[in-house]
């Protein structure tokens, strides 16, 4: 049975694990626009929710009004949430919240490559290793050169599944810029760089499967 996102959001409200998560994963959008060069700055969200994160770091950050961004959602009502708090930050038409299938490259055709790419809240719920490992190797088409890429990752039953994230991400000519868990210990944040060249065209047109849950088997984890 799917998840029900929309209720999932409410546990901003009381759970350290995530607010501490949204805090640290703010500090990194801040950080990447303090030092992005003048002139445009274009973001991808991809599994987006209501925004939250990157909307929060807008409402106060200098460099908001260069930002041309495009967050992509399934859930209409967190879509219908996070476009209401972008026109109340006076961004319409310069950030986007679109409903829209996340796993396909066609939902960010025309805002990529970016210098900001958000993936949060999306690795502990692919199906696979292998899986992550083709979104990972498809993010060159995404990101500029020098652009960062911002993630999570939890831990689940103390394995350390964000060991083999920075792995993966080694492999693939990133550089890891910031790395930190939350307080409660079992949520990881990253900040990566991209080191290669961009692609022009990516390896495959659906990049990545949003399962929800993990396979049973105890993928990602890093060995000990
Ligand atoms: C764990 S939440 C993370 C939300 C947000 N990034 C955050 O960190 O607060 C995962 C989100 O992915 C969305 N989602 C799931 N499958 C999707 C898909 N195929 N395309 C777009 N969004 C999807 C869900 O509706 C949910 O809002």
Request: glycine share 8%.
């Amino acid at each position: 049975m799917p998840k029900d996102w929309f209720e999932w959001h409410k546990l901003y409200q009381s759970e350290n694990l995530l607010q501490q998560r949204l805090q640290i994963v703010q500090k990194y959008i801040s950080a990447s626009l303090d030092i992005a060069p003048a002139g445009k700055i274009q973001i991808v969200s991809a599994c987006a929710g209501d925004g939250r994160d990157l909307l929060g770091v807008l409402a106060t950050h200098p460099r908001a009004q260069d930002v041309r961004a495009r967050l992509v959602e399934l859930d209409p009502q967190l879509v219908a949430r996070g476009t209401k708090a972008i026109a109340q930050l006076g961004l319409t038409g310069k950030v986007e919240l679109i409903q829209g299938d996340a796993t396909l490259i066609d939902s960010y055709k025309g805002a990529v490559p970016a210098d900001i790419v958000i993936f949060c809240g999306v690795f502990g719920n692919l199906p696979n290793e292998e899986v992550l490992q083709g979104l990972i190797r498809n993010l060159p088409y995404f990101a500029k050169t020098g652009a960062f890429v911002l993630w999570t990752r939890g831990d689940r039953d103390g394995a350390n599944c964000s060991e083999r994230v920075r792995q993966i991400f080694k492999e693939n000519h990133f550089s890891e810029v910031d790395f930190q868990f939350t307080e409660t210990g079992n949520m990881a944040v990253g900040r990566h760089r991209f080191d290669g060249q961009t692609l022009s065209a990516p390896i495959d047109e659906q990049f990545f499967v949003f399962t929800g849950t993990p396979d049973k088997a105890g993928l990602f984890v890093s060995a000990p």
